[in-house]
């Protein structure tokens, strides 16, 4: 059985982890190391290796601290040269090019964000569970034949987005940005309705966005739609 | 003799398809918003509007039915499937500002999917010149002059910004070489203020950032470039050198930016501005919702092969392998 869980969503940190029961991995490092060791009870030794989607700062603040703490770091080319990682723990992941570490199998997937070579993530392990990590893509190209665990990005609603631009709280220039950059929540439940869910255990809702997100009112809806269990990272 | 007249009678009563959409045009307006008044030369605007869109919808349903089954729309682009309540609030604002689709740059018109309303949103995108229009209509300084320039490697450029020795911001530009000025480096563009040349105003904008202007979806038939082959309705996975129209593409970037900079006076905004800005933003919704239509969710993806003991490898094995050495 999978085992996801979120520490920090959203804007400002992320940093979550997935585990089988055999190996945790951890998935965005985007709070402080001292502040992630402090969240994950001081349990770094307990990560096999590491995910990260994309360069921005709220998931990659804390990479260099994890690859001093002796930690893999799988992403792609992009963020490398972003970053300006370098070294034996740094390993470049392509899209559609999947690898296996320890018990997980792990299928990278080109995400649609305002950043170099972003990834989403498609995870397997032994027992053929599959979990799905997307975020800061405002939409996933792909449909998947099977799905356990779902974390994806549920960052605004349309309605609230013009509300809030209609008076001023937002700036069309972060309009047009979030638009294509970020997913809003119809277009997750366009991809979650797409897709086959019935062997989906849980539905994570992640970086959802401060001012122009309704997270009741999205668990909501998007448990009306599914049926499954739903949490908001 | 009396038979050929009532032919002619008929066929002068008949109303053209311009005609019948000014009509709709007027109609939808004045039922959403009240009693609408068009002079003779809005009218004569709004019937190009007719024939641009007309053309764009032709268009449009000719590479929708390029399109295989299964990318498809089921819906085809006709008038009979066109948003007409915004299309006619769109036309008059557009028309009132005096956009005339039938000049070049000035507006152009594309539709867009709404799938809430499983019809087509023509949407307005406004050309170099449209901007220019809107700037000098709305403009709350609008400058005599606004001179735009791409400056050439061979060129010589020389920028004096406002200080204690210059009383206004101006530069010197020579051509060197008329017939071979070099690669592009950059460009500028210079407000112009003919009585009061304290308010000139000079820009100056590396080749870095013309490029980042360039949208992401550019087009290689104007900014240059490479665009995938076709056949049979297929990608070839072959790429076809293209040359575009860089130059000029690079010079309209910094016109728009010169007439983008001039700032609106709210006094002057009244409801066919904000209705035009309301439409900008309509536009990049619909194309974030486009390309969303187009690609999400479309192919499927999974782990191959069963993930079994013998494939696994242990954190740490491939580090023999990936040997850059040590960096900390």
């Not at chain 1, 992403?75 to 992941?93: F, K, N, P, Y």
């Not at chain 2, 039938?102 to 023509?122: E, G, R, T």
């Not at chain 2, 082959?229 to 130059?247: A, C, I, S």
């Amino acid at each position: 059985m999978i085992t996801f869980n979120a520490y920090a969503s959203g804007s400002n940190a992320n940093l979550y982890t997935a585990y089988d029961g055999q190996t945790k991995v951890l998935v965005e490092m985007g709070l402080p190391i001292k502040e992630i060791k402090k969240v994950l009870g001081f349990g770094l030794s307990e990560i096999s290796f590491a995910l990260l989607t994309h360069s921005h700062a709220d998931h990659s603040r804390a990479v260099k601290d994890i690859l001093k703490a002796g930690i893999d770091v799988y992403t792609s080319q992009g963020t490398i040269d972003a970053l300006g990682l370098s070294g034996h723990r740094v390993h470049v992941s392509q899209a559609k090019k999947q690898f296996t570490i320890g018990s997980w199998t792990v299928m990278p997937l080109d995400s649609q964000h305002d950043a170099p070579e972003p990834l989403s993530f498609l995870m397997a392990n032994q027992k053929g569970e599959r979990l799905l990590f997307a975020t800061d893509t405002f939409y996933i190209k792909y449909r998947f034949k099977r799905l356990d665990v779902i974390a994806v990005e549920c960052n605004y609603s349309m309605d609230i987005l013009r509300e809030n631009m209609a008076t001023g709280l937002v700036a069309p220039e972060l309009k047009n940005r979030l638009l294509k950059s970020h997913m809003s929540l119809e277009t997750c439940k366009e991809f979650l309705k797409a897709n086959d869910l019935s062997r989906v255990q849980e539905i994570w809702l992640i970086h959802m966005s401060d001012g122009n997100a309704d997270a009741d009112r999205f668990k909501r809806e998007i448990q009306a739609l599914t049926g499954k269990f739903v949490t908001i990272a | 003799m009396t038979e050929p007249k009532k032919d002619n009678q008929l066929t002068k009563n008949e109303p053209s398809m311009s005609e019948r959409f000014m009509n709709k045009v007027v109609s939808e307006f004045s039922t959403g918003v009240g009693e609408v008044a068009l002079t003779e030369f809005q009218k004569r605007l709004a019937q190009n509007y007719f024939i641009a869109i007309d053309a764009a919808l032709k268009t449009a349903e000719e590479k929708r039915l390029k399109k295989s089954d299964r990318y498809r729309d089921a819906v085809p682009v006709i008038w009979a499937n066109v948003n007409m309540e915004l299309l006619a609030r769109a036309v008059v604002s557009a028309a009132r500002i005096g956009l005339d689709p039938a000049q070049c740059n000035h507006v152009s018109m594309m539709p867009f999917k709404n799938n809430a309303l499983a019809k087509y949103d023509i949407v307005f995108i406004e050309g170099y010149r449209g901007k220019e229009m809107k700037a000098k209509k709305y403009g709350l300084d609008v400058p005599d002059h606004v001179i735009v320039e791409l400056v050439y490697s061979s060129d010589k450029f020389k920028s004096f910004k406002r200080d204690r020795n210059n009383k206004y911001e101006t530069y010197e530009f020579e051509v060197t070489n008329d017939f071979d000025r070099g690669n592009i480096v950059g460009g500028f563009y210079y407000h112009l203020y003919i009585d009061k040349p304290e308010k000139n105003k000079l820009v100056v904008f590396t080749i870095k950032d013309i490029e980042k202007r360039k949208p992401s979806y550019a087009a290689p038939e104007f900014w240059g470039g490479e665009k995938d082959v076709w056949k049979d309705g297929r990608k070839t996975g072959e790429k076809q050198k293209v040359d575009g129209w860089y130059e000029k593409m690079c010079w309209k970037t910094i016109y728009r930016a010169a007439y983008q900079d001039i700032t609106i006076d709210s006094q002057k905004i009244d409801d066919d501005y904000m209705r035009l800005k309301a439409m900008e933003e309509t536009m990049a919704e619909a194309k974030a919702a486009q390309e969303i239509a187009e690609n999400a969710n479309s192919e499927v993806i999974d782990i191959e092969g069963e993930v079994t003991e013998d494939q696994e490898e242990e954190p740490g094995q491939h580090d023999a392998a990936d040997t850059d050495g040590p960096d900390f």
